[in-house]
């Protein structure tokens, strides 16, 4: 049985990822396990015995929280394999290491936290864990989503880890009825329609998906220059009415402007989709 990890940090967007991934792993016959990290407050200047009860204290109250958050997932999926844990430790830590010692297969995880930006552990640290984390990881926006393997994007730049990805992502979830391939060049020297039509083909006989279709746009001189780039991809997205977006390690750019600081829009308005992030150790 495969295992989704999923963590939390009791916020609305973490229960939206949790709901996620429970109805992913109960579609597929998989289990979730819900991991909330947190870091105990303590001081040098205290003595051994007040960092203990601190810390004794820190724990007490992480385990109350997960408790009621535990239990309404469970309330609304009763036939779920579904268990939790509690990890002092940095969640880009602690994180990592959880899903080599336990083998999980997928992690799912919002993008704001309980706090908005200012304190998250699902937030502005999210690009860090995606390129940390041993698993691939679907980033899920702020509101609850519906999952569906019906139609799927790629961000493509035309390299064989795409292709990787996809093998990954079908192995998981199945073949998606319909791809669209999403190419946007940072350059003038757009690839021609004959070049991503024979892609689109590769792909196609590789991967096994019936329709594979793309989508081609250049970023140097568009009029809307105002629009966020990841405002502006995944509007491409829904009107081509792809329900979630894979993006490789090849796409370093993208991902530093979705998850980067300097944005004027708070991360939870950047990702209107879900989005899996594919071989995200080595990016």
């Not at 309404?72 to 080599?100: H, I, N, Y």
């Not at 829009?265 to 950047?270: F, L, Y």
Request: charged content about 20%; glycine content about 4%.
């Amino acid at each position: 049985m495969k295992k989704i990890l999923v963590p939390v940090d009791f916020s609305e967007n973490a229960l939206a990822a949790a709901r996620y991934a429970a109805t992913v792993a109960q579609h597929y016959g998989w289990s979730v396990h819900l991991l909330h990290a947190y870091l105990p407050f303590s001081s040098s200047f205290a003595d051994e015995q007040f960092n203990k009860d601190i810390f004794a204290h820190k724990t007490s109250e992480a385990l109350a929280d997960m408790q009621p958050f535990e239990a309404q997932l469970a309330a609304e999926f009763p036939q779920l394999p579904l268990d939790s844990s509690c990890k002092d430790g940095l969640l880009g830590k602690v994180l990592p290491s959880l899903v080599k010692e336990d083998g999980y297969g997928l992690v799912v995880m919002g993008t704001k936290g309980a706090s908005g930006l200012k304190h998250v552990i699902l937030g502005s640290n999210t690009f860090e864990i995606i390129k940390k984390s041993p698993a691939p990881i679907i980033a899920i926006p702020n509101d609850d989503v519906h999952f569906s393997n019906e139609s799927c994007g790629l961000l493509t730049n035309f390299k064989p880890a795409e292709i990787d990805a996809l093998s990954t992502y079908i192995t998981l979830f199945g073949t998606p009825t319909k791809l669209v391939l999403l190419h946007f060049s940072e350059k003038s020297d757009a690839r021609s329609e004959q070049v991503l039509d024979d892609w689109a083909k590769t792909i196609a006989s590789e991967t096994g998906i019936a329709q594979v279709k793309y989508i081609s746009e250049r970023l140097v001189g568009r009029v809307d220059v105002r629009e966020e780039l990841p405002d502006y991809i995944f509007n491409h997205a829904e009107s081509a009415g792809i329900s979630n977006l894979l993006v490789t390690k090849e796409r370093k750019n993208f991902l530093n402007s979705l998850f980067s600081r300097c944005l004027v829009r708070s991360i939870a308005h950047q990702l209107k989709m879900p989005v899996y992030f594919h071989n995200a150790e080595r990016l």
